[in-house]
């Protein structure tokens, strides 16, 4: 069931322009972060409730239930969206929690209108003068924040596969620079390319940043 429950505590509070944030693209070995905003219309999001019913975090959606709901959320009349990006070498030189900030901060000023609050998966907070809230799980409970998990991973799959056409010999089409087996496998034979991140433990089990 679609929760509104947090955009309209802050609805009732008079901030009328109320956007969630989310990433995708902070743990894999190779290729850039993605962050998604969006932020819904408090006169019309009623009508949101059943265009988007079964709505969840993107991690918990099949590929194809994410695009079909990335096209819902994208071409609503009752939502914004911005999108925002940190490639790989802004990631090795300022680290992936700077860089996913970055990405965040570039979404937020991509929205047509500047928002008066914003909710912000997990445990951060940027450096914009907008008031703000950072909630543990968001994407899980906050529609805002799960449609913004959907466009970034959306959008940052996109750009994966596009890289795989030209770094053939990895996979990105198959695993879109997360560290699974085979990656780590195609690293061992072929060594860095480009868009590998320079910064991170290689040979970690899980891809974590120095």
Known sequence: MINFKEEKRLWRKGYKRVAGLDEAGRGPLAGLVVAAVVCVNPKNHEALKTKMAGIKDSKKLSPKRREEFYQLITKSPAIEWGIGRASEKIIDRINILEATKLAMKRAVKNLK????????????????????????????????????????????????????????????????????KHHREMLK???????HRKSFRLESPLGLNK
């Not at 940027?126 to 809230?133: E, N, R, T, V």
């Not at 034979?189 to 868009?195: A, V």
């Open 113 to 180: 209108k500047k928002p008066d609050f914003l909710i912000l998966d997990g445990k951060m907070e940027l450096d914009l003068a907008i008031s703000q809230i950072s909630i543990v799980k968001a994407d899980e409970k906050i529609f805002s924040c799960q449609a913004a998990s959907i466009i970034a991973k959306v959008r940052r799959d996109r750009l994966m596969r596009k890289y795989h056409k030209r770094y053939s010999q990895y996979g990105f089409d198959r695993h879109k620079g997360y560290p699974t």
């Open 189 to 195: 034979k072929h060594g860095l390319c480009e868009i």
